[in-house]
């Protein structure tokens, strides 16, 4: 992003479509290490993002991450409902190419 970091997106769609469906995917960290992993998770009919998790690499270990509905602190400290914080945190220019 704007040669300040990068970031890699990907989607968690939903896995089960039931009222106590686990809303999540499994997320390869180790061929690609960018700075922040955007992972947008699906809604139960998988046609528009729940939430997301910014998921800095400095605290990603492994190369297999798996995003259900509850997390549990360690994971949930990074899910956000929007991307605004992320957009906040970007370098100016590119925070600007992002929006227009």
Known sequence: MNDEFTVSVVLARCLQRTSTATV?????TGA?????????????????????YLLPALDLSGEKLSLVEDNGLL?????????DYLISRAPESGAQG???
Do not use: H, K
Request: hydrophobic fraction near 35%; aromatic fraction near 14%; charged fraction near 25%.
């Open 24 to 28: 999540g995917c499994s997320i390869w």
């Open 98 to 100: 992002m929006c227009s």
């Open 75 to 83: 994971l949930d400290c990074y899910r956000f409902d929007d991307l």
């Open 32 to 52: 690609v290490r960018p700075d922040i992993t955007v992972a947008a998770r699906m809604d139960y009919e998988n046609t528009q993002p729940l939430d997301y």
